[in-house]
C-alpha cells in the first residue's frame, strides 16, 4: 500500500457533552501529525502534553483512558493532569476534533488499564486497584486494591487483561537473563532459574477480589521475560502477547555489533495454560529462524539443546524494537485487509547501540486462521527523528526534532486508532478517510 507523509492535529469523530452520544464529525479531518500512514489514513493530534502516558482504552461512548506513568517522567501537561501520573479521562465535547475535557480521575499512575463490566482496573506502582466505574463518568470513588504489594524492581510494568473475573497479569523477570550475577559479562546462568517460580511469565488472579498478593496468583504460562504487550485476541477467543527479547549478547557474549542489533526476534506468542516460551535458557535466533540455547546455558547462537521442547513465537520481529502494546483489529472503518490482523506499537530501545536504534512505530501483522500471513508493514511511522534514535541513551534530540515514543493502542467504537506515546505525552487518533 502507498504510503504518504501526513502531518498530525485533531479530529476524531466528535463525542457530545452529555455523555454517551456520538456526534457526527462537524468539519472534513486536518491531518497533521507529522506521521506517515497509509494512504487514505489521516493522523492527528487528539491531546499532548498528558506526561508519560502508557497503557489506553476508550469507553463504549467514546471516552478516551490512559493511564500515565509517574516513574517515567514525560512532558508536563498544560491541564494539570501531569507528570504526576494517574488515570487520565479526555473527551471531545464541542465535536472539533480535539479533546477539551481533559481530567485527572485519580491514581497513582503506572502502565495498565481495563474498562468493562461497571469497573475500571489501573495498575497503580506495584498495586493493581480497581473503582467502581460507569461509562460518561467524570470522577472515581475510591478504589479497592485487587493486587498488592507485588515484586518491585526490574521489569515491573505489571500490565494485565481482564477478562470477565480473570485477570491475566504480566510479572515480568527481575533479571536479563537470570545470570548468576545479573549483567555481568561471562557470567552463567542460574540453573534451574529459581526466578521462574514467581516472575518471568503470566499470572492469573480473581480480578474482583480485594486483597490478593502474588502468593495468590495461578502461573498460566512461564518462559517470558517481559510481556508488556498483552492483548486478548477477540477472533480466536485467548490471550496473545508480544515479549521483550534479553539484552547485551555482544556486551556480555562477544557476539557481533550487528549480530546483536537483531538479536533475539521480538516474538509473537500464542499463550495457552502451561506453556513454556524458553526465557531465559533460550532466544529466537533472526539467523537460525528458531530458539537456540542462550549463552549463559552454553548457547552459540546455533545449538537447540533444551529449546527444542519450549513453545516457538508465531513470528518474530527483529531485535529490540521493545513491544509495548499489542491490540487485534476487529473494526469496520478500516480497508478489510485489516480486519483481524495484529497492531503492534515498538517503543524503540537502547541495546541496538553502537547502531542506530530503532522501533519507534506502529506496525500491522496480517493473520490468517490464528497464524502469521507475513510479511509485516510499518502501519504509523515518523515518531522518532534519525537524531534521537543515534542517541544510545534516548536523551533529547537537537531543537526542532521529533522525540517521541508510541506506547499504548486502543480501538475505538468508530474503528478509528488511539496511540499513546510516554516520553512526549501525545495522544494519537488515525483514522480512516479513504473510499
Given amino acids: 500500500m502507498r504510503s504518504t507523509h501526513i502531518r498530525f492535529v485533531v479530529c476524531v469523530a466528535a463525542l457530545a457533552a452529555a455523555p454517551g452520544v456520538l456526534m457526527a464529525q462537524s468539519a472534513p479531518p486536518v491531518c497533521d501529525a507529522g506521521l506517515t500512514v497509509p494512504a487514505g489514513f489521516c493522523a492527528q493530534v487528539f491531546a499532548d502534553r498528558l506526561g508519560a502516558a502508557r497503557h489506553v482504552v476508550v469507553a463504549s461512548n467514546g471516552d478516551v483512558l490512559v493511564n500515565a506513568n509517574p516513574s517515567r517522567g514525560g512532558a508536563e501537561s498544560g491541564t494539570?493532569?501531569?507528570?504526576?501520573?494517574?488515570?487520565?479521562?479526555?473527551?471531545?465535547?464541542?465535536?472539533?476534533?480535539?479533546?477539551?475535557?481533559?481530567?485527572?480521575?485519580?491514581g497513582a499512575g503506572g502502565t495498565g488499564i481495563a474498562v468493562g463490566g461497571g469497573y475500571l482496573w489501573a495498575?497503580?506502582?506495584?498495586?493493581?486497584?480497581?473503582?467502581?466505574?460507569?461509562?460518561?463518568?467524570?470522577v472515581l470513588g475510591a478504589a479497592d486494591t485487587i493486587i498488592r504489594n507485588l515484586p518491585t524492581g526490574g521489569h515491573s510494568a505489571y500490565n494485565f487483561v481482564v477478562r470477565g473475573r480473570v485477570l491475566y497479569l504480566n510479572i515480568g523477570?527481575?533479571?536479563?537473563?537470570?545470570?548468576?550475577?545479573?549483567?555481568?559479562?561471562?557470567?552463567?546462568?542460574?540453573?534451574?532459574?529459581?526466578?521462574?517460580?514467581?516472575?518471568?511469565g503470566i499470572?492469573?488472579?480473581?480480578?474482583?477480589r480485594p486483597g490478593q498478593t502474588a502468593a495468590d496468583g495461578k502461573r498460566f504460562a512461564t518462559g517470558i521475560r517481559n510481556a508488556v504487550a498483552l492483548?486478548?485476541?477477540?477472533?480466536?477467543?485467548?490471550l496473545w502477547a508480544m515479549m521483550h527479547g534479553r539484552d547485551q549478547l555482544a556486551m556480555n557474549w562477544g557476539f557481533s555489533d550487528a549480530y546483536n542489533a537483531e538479536n533475539p526476534g521480538e516474538e509473537l506468542l500464542q499463550i495457552h495454560q502451561g506453556d513454556d516460551f524458553g526465557w531465559p535458557y533460550c532466544y529466537f535466533s533472526t539467523e537460525e529462524r528458531k530458539l537456540v540455547a542462550a549463552p549463559e546455558y552454553g548457547g552459540d547462537g546455533k545449538q537447540v539443546g533444551r529449546c527444542a521442547a519450549k513453545k516457538p513465537p508465531v513470528y518474530a520481529f527483529p531485535g529490540h524494537w521493545a513491544p509495548n502494546a499489542l491490540l487485534f483489529y476487529t473494526g469496520r472503518s478500516f480497508p478489510a485487509e485489516y480486519r483481524r490482523g495484529a497492531f503492534v506499537v515498538f517503543h524503540g530501545s537502547w541495546n541496538r547501540a553502537p547502531l542506530v536504534q530503532d522501533g519507534f512505530r506502529v506496525s500491522f501483522l496480517p493473520l490468517a486462521a490464528g497464524k502469521a500471513a507475513p510479511p509485516p508493514r510499518t502501519f504509523a511511522d515518523g515518531f522518532a527523528s534519525e537524531a534521537f534514535k543515534g542517541n544510545r541513551t534516548a536523551g533529547p534530540p537537537p531543537a526542532g526534532q521529533r522525540n517521541h515514543r508510541p506506547t499504548g493502542i486502543a480501538q475505538a467504537p468508530d474503528g478509528s486508532l488511539y496511540v499513546t506515546d510516554d516520553l512526549s505525552g501525545t495522544l494519537y487518533r488515525i483514522s480512516y478517510q479513504g473510499k
Avoid: H
Avoid at 492483548?231 to 485467548?238: C, G, K, L, Q
Fill in 80 to 106: 494539570g493532569v501531569g507528570p504526576g501520573g494517574g488515570v487520565i479521562l479526555l473527551r471531545d465535547t464541542n465535536g472539533d476534533g480535539r479533546a477539551d475535557l481533559v481530567r485527572k480521575l485519580g
Fill in 123 to 138: 495498575t497503580e506502582r506495584n498495586n493493581i486497584v480497581r473503582y467502581r466505574f460507569a461509562v460518561g463518568d467524570t
Fill in 173 to 200: 523477570s527481575r533479571t536479563n537473563s537470570c545470570q548468576q550475577l545479573d549483567r555481568q559479562s561471562k557470567s552463567k546462568g542460574a540453573d534451574p532459574c529459581v526466578e521462574l517460580e514467581s516472575r518471568g
Fill in 203 to 208: 499470572w492469573t488472579f480473581d480480578a474482583n
Fill in 231 to 238: 492483548a486478548w485476541n477477540e477472533p480466536a477467543n485467548e
